[in-house]
């Protein structure tokens, strides 16, 4: 009888770890996880001043000159014609960029007038007031400046020339 007692033994213990693993297999358990999320305000660009090229005189000889308005609101005319530029208020375009976390950026911009006649039309290359360009520290701004440049001659007409200075800011 004691075989007999210990194969019963054994066989319900046997049963009772099948059916105990049989437990742990089924059914479901769960766990959870905190989460977060920041939102900040994307890159932004300002216009803080629009860009005066001033009064210019065209050539009547010699040639075509070019206009160039630099980042600092002085303009120069080069060339072989004889134009001349006329004491008035100039002034580059301003912009201000403004971040709230540290970002790396490439500028893109193009200058165009409404009226036809200026020809080789070219924004200037963007100057950064401080720090380094492409680049603004977390909570940060930067202030860039731009001047530009066109082409004048004999036969561009007398008029008053408006136009804009368009900048995307590619930011990463």
Request: hydrophobic share 40%; charged share 5%; no cysteine.
């Amino acid at each position: 009888m004691k075989i007999r007692n210990a194969l019963l033994a054994a066989g319900a213990a046997l049963a009772l770890s099948g059916l105990a693993t049989g437990a742990l297999a089924s059914g479901t358990v769960s766990a959870t996880a905190n989460a977060t999320a920041t939102v900040i305000s994307p890159t932004t660009i300002t216009k803080t001043q629009d860009m005066n090229f001033g009064t210019v005189v065209r050539p009547t000889s010699g040639g075509t000159n070019t206009v160039t308005l630099d980042a600092n609101n002085t303009v120069t005319m080069t060339g072989p014609g004889n134009g001349s530029v006329v004491t008035s208020p100039t002034t580059s375009a301003k912009f201000n960029i403004a971040v709230q976390t540290a970002t790396n950026y490439t500028l893109a911009q193009t200058l165009t007038f409404t009226q036809s006649g200026l020809t080789n039309i070219t924004p200037g290359t963007a100057v950064a007031t401080t720090g380094t360009l492409g680049t603004i520290a977390a909570n940060g701004a930067q202030e860039i400046r731009y001047g530009g440049s066109f082409d004048i001659g004999i036969a561009t007409p007398i008029q008053n020339y408006t136009g804009t200075l368009s900048v995307t800011v590619t930011y990463n």
